[in-house]
């Protein structure tokens, strides 16, 4: 059984960091790139960040870029996405996922991943 676990939300203030985890099992995720995903509410689920198997290429949407770093380490199986210079706008739950084919090259599509974690809240105050 696959599953995949965020932590490391909470509550911040504008210009504050936060480092975001996610803990995998049931997969050899060293094969798979990882995704983070973000939702408002009211908005549907948008992609922020990936970083592939190896940890080599990573990817990011434009209105997290500068400030936000996903990394990996697989020998623990565990996905980080290194939060900083956080604003308001950046209030959402956040999601990491894991892709659905193996050495998937920059997946960015929610239909391109296939397990999700239950997403951890981040809430930032101006």
């Known amino acids: 059984q696959v599953q995949l676990v965020e932590s490391g939300g909470g509550l911040a203030q504008a210009g504050d960091s936060l480092r975001l985890s996610c803990a995998g099992s049931?997969?050899?995720?060293?094969?798979?790139?990882m995704g983070w995903f973000r939702q408002a509410p009211g908005k549907e689920r948008e992609f922020v960040a990936s970083i592939s198997w190896n940890g080599v290429n990573t990817a990011y949407a434009d209105f997290v870029k500068g400030r936000f770093t996903i990394s990996r380490v697989n020998a623990k199986n565990t996905v980080y996405l290194q939060m900083t210079t956080l604003k308001p706008e950046d209030t959402a739950a956040y999601y990491c996922?894991?892709?659905?084919?193996?050495?998937?090259?920059?997946?960015?599509?929610?239909?391109?991943?296939?397990?999700w974690g239950q997403g951890t809240q981040v809430t930032v105050s101006s």
């Open positions: 049931g997969r050899t995720f060293s094969s798979y790139t």
């Open positions: 996922a894991s892709a659905k084919q193996m050495y998937q090259h920059y997946p960015r599509e929610q239909y391109e991943y296939d397990y």
